[in-house]
């Protein structure tokens, strides 16, 4: 059975950072591709940044340069971290695991001040 579950979410300041985590079962994590994607109130999911098993990433314009995704394959753990964080980047952070199409439950970013 496959799970994903995220956590490290919250509210922090503009200019702020937090690191999302996203810990994996049930998969070979470390062939996993995964990404992560986000949805804010009243707007569609967005896709926020991909990472391939061999290590490539892939991130949207929005979060590039603030954002890093990577893995743990010791931990089947994949990260987002996120620094110089704005207020539109509040929203529901969820990870997916492309191969399987499993979802995690999300995990709320707010950034205000």
């Known amino acids: 059975q496959v799970q994903l579950v995220e956590s490290g979410g919250g509210l922090v300041q503009p200019g702020g950072s937090l690191r999302l985590s996203c810990a994996a079962s049930g998969i070979i994590f470390s062939d996993a591709v995964m990404g992560w994607y986000r949805q804010a109130p009243g707007k569609q999911r967005e896709w926020v940044a991909s990472l391939t098993a061999g290590g490539r990433t892939s991130y949207a314009d929005s979060v590039k340069g603030r954002f890093t995704i990577s893995r743990d394959n010791a931990k089947n753990t994949l990260y987002l971290q996120m620094n110089s964080l704005k207020p539109e980047d509040t929203a529901v952070y969820s990870c997916?695991?492309?191969?399987?199409?499993?979802w995690g439950q999300g995990t709320q970013v707010t950034v205000s001040s």
């Open positions: 997916v695991d492309y191969r399987s199409t499993y």
